[in-house]
């Protein structure tokens, strides 16, 4: 965002119960073991802020 690196990050996480929650990944802390899929975008993609909206929506 704004020429700078930017992370937009889905994710899942289940418990010992079987549940599973999902959401956007902010921060993270793994203790054992983590695993992940990346996606690179070709080309350039970017951020604003909207103000009348209250987020960072995509800029192409």
């Known amino acids: 965002m704004n020429d ?7 994710m899942s996480a289940g ?14 802390i793994v203790s054992a073991t983590c695993e992940m899929v990346i996606h690179i975008i070709d080309g350039k993609v970017d951020r604003k802020y909207d103000e009348d909206i209250g987020l960072n929506l995509f800029k192409f």
């Open 4 to 10: 700078k690196f930017y992370t937009h990050i889905h």
């Open 15 to 28: 418990n010992e119960r079987g549940e599973v929650f999902g959401g956007h990944l902010n921060k993270a």
